[in-house]
């Protein structure tokens, strides 16, 4: 009977040795896929354009309001062009026939940018690893070759895509 307490006590210190091993092995693959992935944004000198776009999904869109990104097929609900200095200076919004184009500078065929808009401003926080995005400060995305993507907003369905 002793002998088999004993026993049964050595199988319990192993299952807990071998669950505290997958524990340790698991936690340091996740700190090492943490690390391995964040997104450096070294090589981005200046972005040009912002898009804020959803999935296609099951409506009925102007060719002109879709792009692809990341493979998949979206809807463009505002896109915004900056000039050198991360300013905005071509904004177009989303409608039914497709982009309405808004100029800072007046040109013909554009409508005037009004209100908010006058002040978006794009910079990059290369010490911080951000993107200043007017008031928001951007720490969480996904750098691809052109191209930086952010998560998608839960509540809106809505995502950013900034062009470098």
Known sequence: MEKRAHVAEQM????????????IFIFAITLT?????????????KIHEKLIVFEEGEGTYSEGNIT?????????????????E????????AGSEGLIPHSRNYFRGYLPIEGAALNY??????????????VDTIRVFKVLEN?????TDKKTGRFRVYKY
Do not use: F, Q
């Open 12 to 23: 319990k210190r192993l299952k807990k040795s071998i669950n505290m091993k997958k524990s």
């Open 33 to 45: 896929l943490g690390c391995a992935s964040k997104p450096d944004l070294k090589d981005v000198t």
């Open 68 to 84: 692809l990104i990341d493979g998949e097929r979206c809807v463009i609900e505002k896109k915004i062009i900056y000039d050198n």
């Open 86 to 93: 991360g300013k905005c200076l071509y904004l177009y919004t």
């Open 121 to 134: 401003t794009i910079k990059i926080d290369k010490k911080n690893n951000w993107i200043l995005d007017n």
């Open 147 to 151: 191209e930086i993507i952010t998560d």
